[in-house]
T-cell receptor, first 114, second 114 residues
């Protein structure tokens, strides 16, 4: 069974530039999550989708971050414009449904903002 | 305030020795509890989870964890560590009224020496 796929693995940009990350969850998983992991900290949930609807985006900085999951499968997370403090690993995860406690994580996309 | 605390940022253990990682939580109700492991450059992998029932939970890779309600703790243990257990370990919790919104501790980095 293929795992959660993410790209790109690494990205370096200047502040005020934009960046987009892509995630393809495990086939059949209805719930998709984006987490931000800053160095030395645990992952923090940014947004949760159930199929193509947003369940929770309370911790997403909506002035610069956006995410979509238009067809209920893959998802894109965008940052525009990026700030220095956005340097982090962006982890995508999926689960069969919201009530299933096991999340499967991708390897992450490491963003460095200079 | 609701929180997950992993008191040990870094632990060094000799190969073959036992390992215990601490996790404490502060929530009004008993949350569901998880331990994840993150190897360098890898995504997070679920080791074990506790929802209810037997307070001693067995997981993958020879790990176990014990839930102690009176101490609000969910400590992870392994009787004999292997060099491949070197990784970062995260305790995480979720409340049933916010399924999918895993809240992670800051992590414990485990180094295994020969």
């Amino acid at each position: 069974e293929a795992g959660v796929a993410q790209s790109p693995r690494y990205k370096i940009i200047e502040k005020r530039q934009s960046v987009a990350f892509w995630c393809n969850p495990i086939s059949g998983h209805a719930t998709l999550y984006w987490y931000q992991q800053i160095l030395g900290q645990g992952p923090k949930l940014l947004i949760q989708f159930q199929n193509n609807g947003v369940v929770d985006d309370s911790q997403l900085p909506k002035d610069r971050f956006s995410a979509e999951r238009l067809k209920g499968v893959d998802s894109t997370l965008k940052i525009q414009p990026a700030k220095l403090e956005d340097s982090a690993v962006y982890l995508c995860a999926s689960s069969l449904d919201r009530e299933n406690g096991e999340l499967f994580f991708g390897e992450g996309s490491r963003l460095t903002v200079l | 305030a609701q929180s997950v605390t992993q008191p040990d940022i870094h632990i060094t253990v000799s190969e073959g020795a036992s390992l215990e990682l601490r996790c404490n939580y502060s929530y009004g109700a008993t949350p569901y509890l998880f331990w994840y492991v993150q190897s360098p450059g890898q995504g997070l992998q679920l080791l074990l989870k506790y929802f209810s029932g037997d307070t001693l939970v067995q997981g993958i890779k020879g790990f176990e964890a014990e839930f102690k309600r009176s101490q609000s703790s969910f400590n992870l243990r392994k009787p004999s560590v292997h060099w491949s257990d070197a990784a970062e370990y995260f305790c995480a919790v979720v409340l049933t009224d916010s399924w999918g919104k895993l809240q992670f501790g800051a992590g414990t980095q485990v180094v295994v020496t020969p």
